[in-house]
């Protein structure tokens, strides 16, 4: 069978056969058809070759870094495979060319004081944000007491809350995994006192989304809570500490995972027996995504390498005692 004419019809083919398969492919299916749009505009015709990749990769990003560039050229590879079985010539750049594509950046780490700023500046922000003082300080709460993602607290549903607000069901989490999250009491109380609030909004039927848009009433988009978000940090002044040159809603999700590895080890927890609890809790597929966070966050560093030298110290004397 004759492939699509078009670049555009193969990556909608494309697309189309894999999200049947159960991906949800938004950033990547993005950029897949921006390329193929790219290659059209651009008259090319045939098989696909690296040439055309290179010079989507580049053009299209030339303020950008390799990294970028990296990161760009792999999300175009699972599309170069699948149109190499219909189409033989099918070509793509070798190796990597921009080097790595993939690197984690130390997050930053907010301090109990900076997230309390963050939820009480958010009671003051105007409604025409979308997500306003009704709605962001639970959100970001949320986020805070939990380590949810953002986008697994967007998609919340009011039944997805136990009747006691003593947990939520994480139903639409990364790789389409359910899990349970338990709630410390004060997150279920804030959440019970949001509810009372959220019922001037809309209904709160257990098949109503828990986060609405204060001025549509519809459900909260992650673009009105980044414009927020963007005006909140502004207006605080924090100053990024990690890697990264922005604080990022993400920074809440690290923030929590790293302030628990902190209380454990300043308590002298068992450290790989708690990270499978702590690595379900927080929805992680790979246990090393959670010891991560060992080595890539300064402070947990610097209690582990207290604990090491507190645990040699009483092993030299008991060897000398």
Not at 254 to 279: E, K, P, V, Y
Request: glycine residues 8%.
């Amino acid at each position: 069978m004759s492939a699509p004419a078009t670049m555009l019809a193969r990556a909608e083919a494309y697309l189309s056969e894999r999200r049947r398969l159960g991906f949800v492919l938004d950033r990547s299916g993005s950029l897949t058809l921006a390329f193929a749009r790219f290659a059209d505009g651009s008259g090319h015709e045939g098989p696909l070759t690296s040439a055309i990749v290179l010079r989507w990769v580049k053009e299209e990003a030339v303020h950008a870094d390799p990294f970028t560039w990296a990161q760009r050229l792999n999300v175009l590879r699972p599309f170069a495979r699948h149109l190499a079985d219909a189409e033989p010539r099918t070509g793509f750049p070798e190796g990597a060319p921009f080097g790595r594509s993939k690197r984690r950046l130390a997050p930053h780490i907010f301090t109990p004081a900076e997230v309390n700023g963050l939820i009480a500046a958010a009671g003051t922000l105007p409604a025409v944000f979308g997500a306003g003082p009704a709605t962001l300080p639970t959100l970001l709460g949320l986020l805070a007491a939990t380590g949810l993602r953002i986008s697994e607290a967007l998609r919340l549903w009011c039944g997805d809350l136990s009747d006691l607000n003593t947990h939520i069901t994480v139903k639409r989490s990364k790789f389409e995994r359910t899990r349970i999250v338990p709630l410390h009491p004060t997150a279920a109380v804030a959440l019970r006192e949001y509810l009372r609030a959220r019922a001037r909004l809309g209904s709160t039927y257990r098949s109503a989304p828990l986060f609405l848009d204060e001025r549509s009433g519809e459900i909260l988009r992650y673009a009105a809570v980044r414009r927020a978000w963007l005006r909140l940090t502004g207006d605080l002044g924090i100053v990024p500490r990690g890697g990264h040159r922005f604080i990022r809603i993400h920074d809440l999700r690290h923030t929590f995972i790293c302030r628990r590895l902190m209380l454990w080890q300043a308590d002298g927890t068992d450290i790989d027996n708690a990270m499978l609890a702590l690595s379900t809790y927080v929805g992680h597929v790979n246990l090393g995504d959670t010891y991560w966070y060992m080595q890539a966050v300064p402070e947990i560093m610097a209690l582990a390498g207290v604990r090491f030298e507190t645990l040699s110290s009483h092993r030299r004397e008991a060897r000398h005692g």
